[in-house]
Structures are given as structure tokens and as C-alpha cells.
């Protein structure tokens, strides 16, 4: 069983063979795939795939790149969305990036926190972008996510010490292809010293595919690739990475 908890299959790069694809996955024991909004439109096409295929779940939010975007009544779009749809499992994904700076970073805060609030009103975890924003990252976090919600940080970046603080607040940490690569000996530090209770693996499909497909378009059979990785780091078997991880998951997002 595996659970990538955060690819985009609804990405445009998906249009020519997504029906192909998604009919795929299971034959690769791909069980579950969360598939986050990064905006209004995303937010709405990613509700559409998880209505149409039973293993695939929704999450509605808006990216810290498209946040300059939105006006008044964005916020309303995505309660309605949220709520009027069971297979919405989350709001995100939803955060912070300092490294490309596409909205001003004051509205990405704004946002970030009317995102959050809208999560502790509706009891929906949160899912998180974090680049090269750590710090604001997680001071928003611990000043505004609710107890009563849950929170995990995708495609984690940052280092063992921010990870452990992370998850004494209750957090999930999720792990992206990136730990197989020679260079990123940061994540596979994180790997080994916390705790496989606490953490999610994950694609991020279309985008960084692990070895030996980096550069590649990724997708969710690659998933394996990870739970592979983090087994080898662990000195656990692949099995029991691919058990804890989806089972954390599943809780994590309420799918029976």
C-alpha cells in the first residue's frame, strides 16, 4: 500500500495520457493520492478528478506564488468549495515562498493566515509550502493553526531542529523524491531522526522526480522510489514504511 500525500494531477503537463496514467497507479500499489488546489481554478479541477476516481482525494487553497491574486472574496470561494464537497480533505496547499517571490511577501503573509483561520473554522488540516521561509513559516503556524487541526509540511526543506519543533506542535512531516538525491543529505538526515510516525511520503508530481528519473516529468508510481529510500535510511524493511506512512496519512486526512 502507498499513499502519495501531494501531487498535482490535474497539472497541465498531465493532458495528454491522465486517464492512462491514473488507471496505472493502482497496478504500481498506489492506494490513496492527495491532490492539492495551488488556486482558485486548481483548487475547483482538483475537486473534479477526486469525484471521478474513488482513490483520489481534494485539497482547496491557494499557493503563496498566486495570493496577489485574490480579493475578497476568494476566502468565500474556498469555504464553499471546502464544504460542499466530501472529498475535500484539507486547505492547501497553503504558505510561504521567499526563494521566487512572486506575490510580495506581506500579502503572502496576509494570506497565509486568512488560509489557516479558514482551516481552524472548518476543522480541515493544512498543508504547507515552505521555501527558503522557515522562520515565518513556522511563527505563523505556531501563532495561528488551531490545536484542533492538523498540519503537515510538504516537501520539507528545512533542518532536524525546525522538523523536531515542528512536530512537538503535532506535526506531520512529508518527504519528496528529493531524498534520494546524492546532494540532499539535509532530508535524509531528517529521515533518520525523526520519528516514521510522523512522517508522510509524497511525489509532488508533476515536479521532483526521484533517481534515477530526475529532471523527468514525476508522477504517483514513483511514490515507491521514496518509501524505497526512506527504508534504506531506516534500516527498515519497504513494506513497513509503505504501512506507517499510509496509515499516518489516512488518519491525518480522515479516509476510512
Same mark, same amino acid.
Given at each position: 500500500?502507498?499513499? /502519495?500525500?501531494?501531487?498535482?494531477?490535474? /497539472?497541465?503537463?498531465?493532458? +495528454? %495520457?491522465?486517464?492512462?496514467?491514473? #488507471?496505472?497507479?493502482?497496478?504500481?500499489?498506489?492506494?490513496?493520492?492527495?491532490?492539492?488546489?495551488?488556486?482558485?481554478?486548481?483548487?475547483?479541477?482538483? &475537486?473534479?478528478?477526486? /469525484?471521478k476516481?474513488?482513490?483520489?482525494?481534494?485539497?482547496?487553497?491557494?499557493h503563496?506564488?498566486?495570493?496577489? %491574486?485574490?480579493n +475578497?472574496?476568494?476566502?468565500?470561494?474556498?469555504?464553499?468549495? #471546502?464544504?460542499?464537497?466530501?472529498?475535500?480533505?484539507?486547505?492547501?496547499? &497553503?504558505?510561504? %515562498?521567499?526563494?521566487?517571490?512572486?506575490?510580495?511577501?506581506?500579502?503572502?503573509? *496576509?494570506?497565509?493566515?486568512?488560509?489557516?483561520?479558514? #482551516?481552524? *473554522?472548518?476543522?480541515?488540516? &493544512?498543508?504547507?509550502?515552505?521555501?527558503?521561509?522557515?522562520?515565518?513559516?513556522?511563527? &505563523?503556524?505556531?501563532?495561528?493553526?488551531s %490545536?484542533?487541526?492538523?498540519?503537515?509540511?510538504?516537501?520539507?526543506?528545512?533542518?532536524?531542529e525546525?522538523?523536531?519543533?515542528?512536530?512537538?506542535?503535532?506535526?506531520?512531516?512529508s518527504?519528496?523524491?528529493?531524498?534520494?538525491?546524492?546532494?540532499?543529505?539535509?532530508?535524509?538526515e531528517?529521515?533518520?531522526?525523526?520519528?516514521?510516525?510522523k512522517?508522510?511520503? +509524497?511525489?509532488?508530481?508533476?515536479?521532483?522526480?526521484?533517481?534515477?528519473?530526475?529532471?523527468?516529468?514525476?508522477?504517483? #508510481?514513483?511514490v515507491?522510489?521514496?518509501?524505497?529510500?526512506?527504508?534504506?535510511?531506516?534500516?527498515?524493511?519497504?513494506? +513497513?514504511?509503505?504501512?506507517?506512512?499510509?496509515?499516518?496519512?489516512?488518519?491525518?486526512?480522515?479516509?476510512?
Amino acid at each position: 500500500m502507498l499513499f /502519495d500525500s501531494h501531487a498535482h494531477l490535474n /497539472d497541465e503537463s498531465f493532458d +495528454e %495520457d491522465r486517464e492512462e496514467l491514473i #488507471a496505472s497507479l493502482k497496478e504500481n500499489d498506489v492506494d490513496y493520492v492527495v491532490n492539492p488546489g495551488a488556486d482558485i481554478e486548481t483548487s475547483k479541477t482538483s &475537486i473534479e478528478l477526486a /469525484d471521478k476516481y474513488d482513490f483520489i482525494y481534494a485539497a482547496v487553497g491557494v499557493h503563496p506564488h498566486d495570493v496577489k %491574486d485574490l480579493n +475578497e472574496d476568494s476566502l468565500d470561494i474556498l469555504k464553499k468549495l #471546502a464544504t460542499s464537497h466530501k472529498k475535500v480533505v484539507a486547505i492547501g496547499e &497553503i504558505g510561504l %515562498d521567499y526563494f521566487y517571490d512572486n506575490s510580495p511577501r506581506e500579502i503572502q503573509k *496576509e494570506w497565509f493566515i486568512k488560509q489557516i483561520q479558514l #482551516a481552524n *473554522e472548518l476543522k480541515l488540516p &493544512i498543508i504547507i509550502h515552505d521555501r527558503d521561509a522557515h522562520q515565518d513559516t513556522f511563527d &505563523i503556524i505556531k501563532k495561528y493553526k488551531s %490545536d484542533d487541526i492538523g498540519c503537515v509540511l510538504h516537501c520539507y526543506s528545512g533542518s532536524v531542529e525546525l522538523a523536531k519543533e515542528y512536530i512537538k506542535m503535532g506535526c506531520y512531516i512529508s518527504i519528496p523524491g528529493t531524498v534520494t538525491f546524492k546532494n540532499a543529505k539535509k532530508v535524509r538526515e531528517v529521515v533518520r531522526e525523526i520519528p516514521i510516525e510522523k512522517m508522510f511520503i +509524497e511525489t509532488d508530481s508533476p515536479y521532483m522526480s526521484p533517481e534515477p528519473f530526475r529532471g523527468k516529468r514525476n508522477n504517483p #508510481a514513483r511514490v515507491k522510489l521514496v518509501a524505497e529510500k526512506i527504508s534504506e535510511e531506516i534500516n527498515s524493511t519497504y513494506e +513497513e514504511v509503505c504501512r506507517v506512512t499510509s496509515e499516518n496519512a489516512k488518519k491525518f486526512f480522515g479516509i476510512e
